[in-house]
Nanobody
Framework: QVQLIESGGGMVQAGGSLKLSCAASVRTFSSYAMGWFRQAPGKEREFVAAIGPSAGSTYYADSVKGRFSISRDNAKKTVFLEMNGLKPEDTALYYC????????????????????WGQGTQVTVSS
């Protein structure tokens, strides 16, 4: 069983920055692909960013490319999402997720590809 605990959410003005963290309680963290997703009220959960097990590959939604950066520290079993240039439309509950097996690059962007999910951390961006 994998437990994921997100932190770092909060309220910020448009143009501001936040850095989310996700700590995993699993011995083999370095074997998991990790992703960040978000869900706004009344909307479906959507892909934000993902990173491969060895951090050699990163993927971003077009809406956040150039503003957000995903990284991981396998020694600390933690994945990060650094968010800059935040916009009101970035307001959502942000979830961390872990995938044991990823077969295709497109799988990184797919909710069903992920086996474990955190409880989420709220990000609110005011205009």
């Amino acid at each position: 069983q994998v437990q994921l605990i997100e932190s770092g959410g909060g309220m910020v003005q448009a143009g501001g920055s936040l850095k989310l963290s996700c700590a995993a309680s699993v011995r083999t963290f370095s074997s998991y692909a990790m992703g960040w997703f978000r869900q706004a009220p009344g909307k479906e959960r959507e892909f934000v960013a993902a990173i491969g097990p060895s951090a050699g590959s990163t993927y971003y939604a077009d809406s956040v490319k150039g503003r957000f950066s995903i990284s991981r520290d396998n020694a600390k079993k933690t994945v990060f999402l650094e968010m800059n240039g935040l916009k009101p439309e970035d307001t959502a509950l942000y979830y961390c997720a872990a995938a044991g097996r990823i077969y295709y690059r497109s799988d990184y962007r797919s909710v069903p590809s992920y086996d474990y999910w955190g409880q989420g951390t709220q990000v609110t961006v005011s205009s």
